[in-house]
Structures are given as structure tokens and as C-alpha cells.
């Protein structure tokens, strides 16, 4: 398929004490509406079946694999999966993902419209810190909650259109897309959960916020010509405000659908894939452009030395 007719399902808050299946729920609505409106795939946030959990200290990890699926589709997701199949909708979307060798993840899948897994992504940039943290207005414990992904930035051949996925704070880093450009990505779906305001900096306000998010997304698609649909979980969770701003970006940059709100809200848009085709060509044509003899530092280096 080389023109995909898009949703991004942005969803509203998940309260802690919010069950599985109520989120579903609300995620199968999403999904009939998308049909309603002819969509062929659908994206939902990070971390979809579950409040942000990392805002939250625990030191009992049994609590905290609580918050974790131990295999996926499960009896919560198994609902999801079936009426995606029956509407020939391709659906991703993230969740904590419990090993079964005890491994960590904040994971997220992409199914064909046949309802088959067809990939998986596991975050690599983890935002945050390991221990409380008493200097901060809220916690953000992701380093402490979750192992780095150890599957890369790879690409799924989906019906003959080349997907990649991240989730959240890998959109920030250029590295995350270019990767995935390198491949010849033409179609980068990713979730995020933000918050609306910053733990260490009261005075940044979520006007901020949203800009960085798009600046991050337009980039990354402009310049790998790729199609970006970035959806978030938005809305206050027991008292803590996450921002939306959920887009979907076509390959030259441009926001071609946006959310308005920050409750359950789905946007769409007719992606044509061969719309990356041009800049793939001329001004990324990255084998004719790109002098990789200067970009040493980018893989020997993790901080900046003088
Ligand atoms: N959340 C945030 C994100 O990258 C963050 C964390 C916000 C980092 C703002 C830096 C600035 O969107 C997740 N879950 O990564």
C-alpha cells in the first residue's frame, strides 16, 4: 500500500486506579471511529494502557510489575486486537513490557491490518533519573523503571510502506530519525506522555513544551523525508498535567493534521507514501549529500569533550 489513510488516536487521562480493560474500552472506541472514517491504521500513545506510572516512587517491584503486560496481545488487549482485525486496521501503540527472561522495557508494537505483530520498538532514550529525587516537583523515573531498548531503530515492511517507530523522548534526538532515514523510513509512528510543565523549571510553561514537540517531529520528517505521526496521552492524571499536541507531519515538514484538545481526540489524514520520494531523491539523496568522514564525534563520543 503506498497511500494509507492515517488515524492518530490521541487519548485523555489514565487515572492510577483506571483498569486495563476501562482503557481498552476507550481505545475500541477510537479504533470504530477511525473505521468510520476509512482509516487503514491507527496509532496510539506511549504507554497506552496505563496512568503514567513513572511519576510514581516504588521500591516493591512486585508493585511495580503491576504496571507491566507480561505478553502481548493479553486477555486486556485481546479485545483491541480482534476489532482491529475485524475493521482491517493496523494499529501501534506502546506499554510496559515485562520479559519473560525479567526484563524491563517501555515498548511499543505495530500490527499489519491483519492484526500480526510485524514489529516491535524498545525505548532507547530514557528520560529521567533512578532515585527520588527531592529537588523536583514531580518524579520522572523511567532510568529506574525501564532497561535502555536493546531491538535499535529498525524499519518493518508494512503492506510495501518501509515503518519505523520510537516513543517520546526519542523524537528530541536526531540520531533516533536519521537511523531510521538511513534505512529508507517513509512513515515514523511514535507515542509520547509529556508533561504539561517542568519538574525542575516551574517557569517553563507548556507553550514551550508543545513548541519543542513539534520542533522535534517536523524536523526529524523534513529532514529524512519520511511521514511522522506522533500521538499523545494528554490530560491531568490524579493532579498531574500532560500536554497533547498530537500531529501527523508529511515528509516535507508540514503539520497536516493536529489534535485541539487534550481528552480522547482522533485526527486523520491521507498519507501518500511516494510523497517522500522527492527529497529522498534530490536534497536528501543521502548517498550523494552526506560526508561521513566529518561525522566521527556522533558514535565515538556520548558527551561533548572540548
Ligand atoms: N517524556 C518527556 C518527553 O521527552 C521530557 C520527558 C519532557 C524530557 C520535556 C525533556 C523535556 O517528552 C517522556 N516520557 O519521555
Partial sequence: MRE???????????????RRETVVVRMIALLDQAAEQGCDLVVYPELA?????PRWYMEDQTEVDTWFEREMPNAATR????????????ISFGYAELTPGGRHFNTSILTNRQGEIVGKYRKIHLP???????????????????????????????ENTLMGMCICNDRRW?????????????????????????????????????????????????????????????????GFPLMGGTVI????????ARAKGEGDELIVA?????????????????????????????TSQTGVER
Fill in 4 to 18: 494509507w489513510v492515517i488515524g492518530g488516536a490521541q487519548m485523555g487521562a489514565i487515572q492510577k486506579s483506571d
Fill in 49 to 53: 494502557l496505563t496512568t503514567f506510572f
Fill in 79 to 90: 479485545p483491541l486486537f480482534d476489532r482491529a482485525c475485524e475493521h482491517g486496521i493496523a
Fill in 128 to 158: 529521567g533519573h533512578v532515585e527520588y529525587d527531592t529537588e523536583r516537583d514531580f518524579q520522572h523515573l523511567e532510568k529506574r523503571y525501564f532497561e535502555p531498548g536493546d531491538l535499535g531503530f529498525e524499519t518493518f515492511d508494512n
Fill in 174 to 238: 536526531p540520531e533516533t530519525w536519521r537511523v531510521m532515514g538511513l534505512q529508507g523510513v517513509e512513515l515514523v509512528l511514535l507515542g509520547y506522555n509529556t508533561p504539561a510543565v517542568n519538574a525542575q523549571n516551574s517557569d517553563e510553561g507548556m507553550e514551550k513544551r508543545l513548541y519543542h514537540s513539534e520542533l522535534s517531529i517536523t524536523s526529524g520528517a523534513y529532514q529524512n523525508a519520511t511521514w511522522a505521526v506522533a500521538v499523545a496521552k494528554a490530560g491531568v492524571e490524579d
Fill in 249 to 256: 507531519v508529511d515528509p516535507n515538514g508540514f503539520v497536516v
Fill in 270 to 298: 491521507r498519507c501518500d507514501m511516494d510523497l517522500c520520494q522527492f527529497g529522498k531523491k534530490t536534497i536528501f539523496d543521502f548517498a550523494r549529500h552526506r560526508r561521513i568522514e566529518h561525522y566521527g564525534r556522533i
